[in-house]
């Protein structure tokens, strides 16, 4: 993917940052959009210090950083899950400051979330937990009780088990599926959600290495196929290179690289988990 990002724009003791990213102003507006975004939980140093970036539509976007660095605190405070202490963000061009909840709920029914714990349902098929992404379009019972559900949408729950590989396996408990599959399913429950942008944190984090490499491998892979877009942290540095066209590294609470993948240089990259 082509950089139409303008020059480095990050500083660092003063200096700027190769590879770094400014902002740009001028539509079409990003999916994504921060500027000057800050949070602190105590009086310590803050763990998000005017972070700005943005990702533009069809962009897969890896943050990275050492335990610490406020990759997920800056996901959660880009979705409002917890509330940013200042700067603005705007998710789809529109400003998430002022949003009252229904509203807020309505923007964020357009973003597909996987974490690193799955949260599947233990007692519920594979389906039925996919049924659980259509929550924003559908009645309760619809997306809660397969049986309930009808056939169009258990059709579409079904092609989304397919697309990462486990229609086989639809009708198994949640709790009699391995790590690798439980993550599966909930990315086909966030494809479930019809989503433009993916939001992931760690989604391999908890896996063996080969069945890590194979979740996100997938799920690259479908996010490119579909034309979504996709911001992920992650603590592994060959994943964030292999899977994204561009990557951010967080230290302290502030962006200090901003690059496209085939730009970066994972032996240097190491020097911000010393």
Not at 237 to 253: C, E, F, N, P, T
């Amino acid at each position: 993917m082509l950089n139409t990002f303008a020059p480095a724009a990050t500083l660092v003791d003063g200096e700027a940052l190769p590879g770094a990213q400014a902002l740009e102003t001028t539509a079409p507006p990003a999916d994504l959009w921060v500027r000057g975004l800050s949070k602190r939980f105590d009086a310590a140093q803050p763990v998000l210090d005017g972070v700005a970036f943005q990702v533009k539509a069809g962009q897969r976007v890896a943050l990275i950083g050492a335990n610490g660095a406020g990759k997920s605190t800056l996901l959660r405070c880009c979705m409002h899950l917890i509330p940013p202490d200042g700067g603005e963000v705007r998710l789809f061009g529109t400003p998430l400051a002022g949003l009252d909840a229904p509203a807020l709920r309505r923007l964020r029914s357009q973003v597909g979330f996987v974490f690193q714990k799955h949260n599947l349902v233990p007692r519920l098929s594979a389906l039925s937990n996919v049924l659980h992404g259509a929550l924003p379009r559908t009645p309760l019972a619809h997306a809660w009780f397969q049986g309930l559900a009808p056939a169009a949408l258990r059709g579409e729950a079904l092609g989304c088990l397919e697309r990462v590989g486990l229609s086989h396996i639809a009708l198994r408990r949640a709790d009699k599926l391995s790590g690798g599959q439980s993550q599966r399913v909930a990315v086909a429950r966030a494809l479930m959600q019809r989503p433009r942008l993916i939001v992931a944190d760690e989604p391999a984090a908890s896996l063996d290495p080969v069945a890590g490499d194979e979740v996100m491998s997938l799920f690259s892979g479908l996010v490119k196929d579909e034309g979504l877009t996709m911001v992920f942290t992650s603590h592994d540095l060959a994943h964030a290179v292999k899977y994204a066209d561009r990557v951010i590294a967080l230290q302290r609470g502030r962006i200090v690289l901003d690059a496209l993948s085939h730009e970066v240089n994972v032996a240097e990259l190491r020097t911000l988990y010393a």
